[in-house]
């Protein structure tokens, strides 16, 4: 059987098709996001955040709620917005409280899920959430609808506010002393971040998030000079890589979550080699 | 009525006092020089002026229809800035923020002003030129100019020309004292008292003595006289 007919044969399950939808959406709008967290010097706060998610997880697992959804994204909105807000003045400085959050909740949650979890299966539950492995091929048909319309909402939101988005993150300090509401679009920036990362948590799981949000975006900065064009091929680049990921991970029978995040890494390696070469002739 | 008026002014950080007892008043076409001693509350001054900080006592009153988001800042360079990927234009324009509100495009006017600051500032042919890649001179302007379009009253001077070469000092100096020319008021924070005392109208020395004066008056102040010769001093040395 050749590729194209393995493929085709495949694309005939819906769970198929909802994956690719699904995961290719998700890769917009995490490298939408990725330009912005890069420069502002929060590459780590999609690690910190899905850990935050997990911990919501675990606690909405073992209290048996149809819906998790429900739990886990206003505990992720809040911890983004904490976090966000205290890179600028706070006692515990930005990448420290990141990591502090992010290893208190990843430790609660598999501590909860112990203690309490009822599953026969519990280091297969704990892996899944963490890598994300099986659950994108699991989605049910509302799954593929929440998760367009919060795209196109984010979408969206990113197209309306983006050249605010673009003063607050080049200099917040002459954004607000010129009569922009800095604290607003950082508000928005954090909770729009938090609503990808739960997102993102069933394409690539928890561990593997950060890769999505700022690999896309680190490459498209090696390739181009305005803010533009970095952000417009930030979310081509990362389009690409899920939707080949995820087929290679169909047809090889791979992980989805980290057949993913390896294509994004081999992007990125040519791309600083493709930077290097311009850059060279540049000079 | 001035255009600045600030009375009484403490600043400092949660409960510790950096300054107190600052007091100026500032007309339009003024040019303010602030002098002190690094660590004397200089750049806490301005980012109090700019409203990004509460004072701790005393109060900050504008005239002559001065809005606050009519005022221009020159800030110094942060980390992040050094690698940004953005465009000149991209930079400048984003100087007409403030007057978009929650207008989520720029229009023809914003555009326009955006051109006439770049060719102001002698930028216009590195429009699409990386910032990142501008030698320092040039980032000033262009910053310069992106502040040029939050404003046409009031310009604030975080250290304009810390880390460029003399000649670039002076071309920038020289362009500081046209806008003046031009009508904007200017305040700059600056650690060259010699260009402070060949440019500035006025100059407000803040550290353990506080002055406020014109230029002449400052140079017959104790606290200028003594100032002047630590700095001559320091030159020296």
């Given at each position: 059987m050749s590729v194209f007919e393995k493929l085709s044969f495949y694309l005939q399950y819906p769970f198929v098709r909802y994956a690719l939808i699904a995961g290719v959406l998700i890769a917009l709008c995490s490298s939408l996001l990725g330009v912005t967290l890069v420069l502002k010097r929060f590459s780590f706060i999609g690690d910190g955040l899905s850990h935050v998610a997990f911990g919501a997880m675990s606690i909405a697992a073992v209290l048996n709620l149809t819906n998790n959804i429900l739990i886990v994204m206003p505990v992720t909105i809040i911890s983004a917005i904490l976090l966000l807000r205290s890179g600028q003045n706070a006692k515990i400085k930005g990448d420290a409280a990141v990591a502090m959050i992010s290893v208190t909740a990843l430790a609660f949650g598999y501590l909860v899920m112990n203690l309490f979890s009822n599953s026969a299966n519990l280091s297969g539950d704990v892996c899944s959430t963490l890598f994300g492995s099986v659950s994108i091929l699991t989605l049910s048909i509302t799954d593929v609808i929440v998760c367009v319309v919060l795209s196109i909402v984010v979408v969206i939101i990113f197209i309306l506010f983006y050249n605010k988005i673009f003063s607050v993150t080049f200099d917040e300090d002459f954004a607000k002393a010129t009569g922009t509401k800095a604290d607003r679009y950082n508000l928005l920036i954090a909770t729009v971040t938090a609503v990808v990362i739960v997102l993102s948590m069933n394409l690539?799981?928890?561990?593997?998030i950060s890769a999505l949000v700022i690999f896309p975006a680190l490459s498209a900065m090696r390739l181009f000079r305005s803010f533009r064009a970095v952000t417009v091929s930030s979310v081509v680049i990362s389009v690409v890589c899920a939707f080949s990921g995820i087929l290679i991970s169909i047809l090889e029978g791979t992980p989805v979550g980290s057949t993913i995040v390896a294509v994004d890494a081999v992007v990125f390696i040519l791309c600083s080699i493709a930077g290097f070469f311009m850059g060279g002739m540049k000079r | 009525m001035a255009l600045l008026t600030v009375r009484n002014l403490a600043l400092g950080y949660e409960s510790h006092?950096?300054?107190?007892g600052i007091s100026f008043t500032l007309n339009a076409g003024d040019y303010l020089c602030i002098v002190g001693e690094n660590g004397s509350g200089k750049s806490t001054l301005m980012k109090t002026l700019l409203h990004l900080r509460e004072p701790m006592g005393g109060e900050i009153l504008t005239g002559?229809?001065?809005?606050?988001?009519e005022i221009g800042y020159l800030p110094q360079q942060t980390v992040v800035q050094k690698d940004f990927p953005a465009s000149v234009r991209e930079i400048v324009l984003s100087g007409c923020q403030g007057r978009c509100?929650?207008?989520p495009f720029y229009n023809r006017e914003d555009k326009k002003r955006c051109e006439e600051n770049m060719e102001r500032m002698g930028i216009t042919a590195l429009a699409?030129?990386?910032?990142?890649?501008?030698s320092g001179g040039q980032q000033q302007r262009v910053l310069l100019a992106r502040a040029l379009c939050a404003t046409q009253k009031l310009l604030l001077l975080d250290e304009?020309?810390?880390?460029?070469d003399p000649k670039v000092t002076n071309e920038m100096y020289r362009l500081i004292e046209s806008l003046n020319k031009e009508g904007l008021t200017v305040i700059m924070i600056s650690h060259d008292i010699s260009a402070a005392l060949q440019y500035a109208t006025h100059i407000l020395h803040i550290g353990s003595q506080i002055f406020f004066g014109t230029r002449q008056e400052y140079i017959e102040s104790e606290a200028g006289q003594l100032f002047l010769a630590q700095q001559k001093g320091g030159e020296q040395a």
């Open positions: 690539v799981g928890s561990l593997l | 006092t950096i300054a107190e002559d229809g001065l809005k606050r988001d509100g929650l207008r699409n030129r990386c910032y990142r890649e501008l304009p020309v810390s880390g460029l």
